[in-house]
């Protein structure tokens, strides 16, 4: 988890740090009601949107973002905050494009990680026809940054 949270560490040096590890313990959500910052890293999209897409997880973040807390999301972590979730036939053994239901945290588009490295343009586009969103190609160092109702502020690249 280091990688996730070494450079914020670097900028805020009082930042305090728990790990939420939703997949492998029972989560008392009122124990991280102080947190400022939540990441959700990367792993297997599939075992995310299994382990995260679900109503107290949305209700904890829909809390935590009233309060001012962001919410940063790598890869899996960035592509279940969607309302739909669009999975690369990279990222998984089936080779199928799939949409699943994501967090919610944004509607307007889906987004596609690891564009590039995937070589991903051609299951994007087919992608894109079975969905009536636009989904925005993201590199492995590009990012978005949105607002509290999941508009595009900025796209780095």
């Known amino acids: 988890m280091k990688k996730y949270t070494e450079v ?3 900028q805020f040096p009082n930042l305090n740090t728990d790990y939420l590890l939703l997949d492998t313990e029972q989560i008392d959500f ?3 009601l102080d947190a400022d910052l939540i990441i959700i890293g990367g792993g297997n999209t599939e075992k995310y949107i299994a382990t995260y897409v679900n109503q107290q997880f949305k209700n904890y973040i829909d809390h ?3 309060k001012g807390a962001k919410v940063i999301g790598f890869s899996a972590g960035a592509l279940l905050l969607g309302e739909k979730v669009y999975i690369s036939p990279n990222d998984h053994s089936d080779h199928q494009i799939k949409i699943k239901n994501g967090l919610g945290l944004f509607s307007q588009f889906l987004i596609s990680v690891h564009y590039d490295y ?3 343009k051609a299951n994007k586009d ?3 026809e079975l969905v009536n969103v636009p989904i925005i190609p993201l590199n492995d160092h590009s990012c978005l940054v ?3 109702l999941g508009n595009i502020i900025e796209k780095i690249d």
């Open 8 to 10: 914020f560490q670097s």
């Open 126 to 128: 087919r992608a894109e």
């Open 64 to 66: 935590m973002l009233n």
């Open 146 to 148: 949105l607002d509290k």
């Open 118 to 120: 995937w070589n991903d």
């Open 30 to 32: 009122d124990s991280y």
